[in-house]
């Protein structure tokens, strides 16, 4: 029953995370398809993934356990990605896209590449981080009181 649960747990954190996600960025626009995978946003779904993983090994086998100190090595790999690498990546998006349009003026017979886009939101700032964890700890332990208990 454990094994389960602590599935159920991580895949519904990050699932609640995509969903708020979504809804909010429906506020300013329409629903597009590629909101369901955005990277990016408030609040991050990588960490409520990761945090619902975390919590539910912690719950399950305890903070002692080899799983949750592998889990939490993953955990903070990915997060530190997260807020670092990918926010890096988003700055060279951004200059990358200011670049292309600079070269797109001067010469207009080059077409848009709408299938590779740069210059949006790939990385996350400490807030939705931290909203994102959340939603993974207080999931965790809500599919715990609910499933297991």
Known sequence: MIFPFVLISSFASGIIAQAI???LKMRKSKF????????????????????????????AEGFDSTAFGISAIMAAIMIR?????????EEHGVTLSKLAKA?????????????YQIGHRVGHTVPEVIVGSAIGIITA??????FVM
């Open 21 to 23: 996600k979504i809804l």
């Open 32 to 59: 597009e398809p590629e909101l369901l995978d955005s990277y990016g946003g408030m609040p991050s779904a990588h960490s409520a993934f990761l945090f619902g993983l975390l919590t539910s090994v912690a719950i």
């Open 81 to 89: 990605d997260a807020l670092g690498f990918r926010m890096i990546l």
């Open 103 to 115: 070269v797109k003026k001067q010469h207009p017979k080059i077409k848009d590449g709408k299938r």
């Open 141 to 146: 332990t809500f599919t715990w009181w609910i």
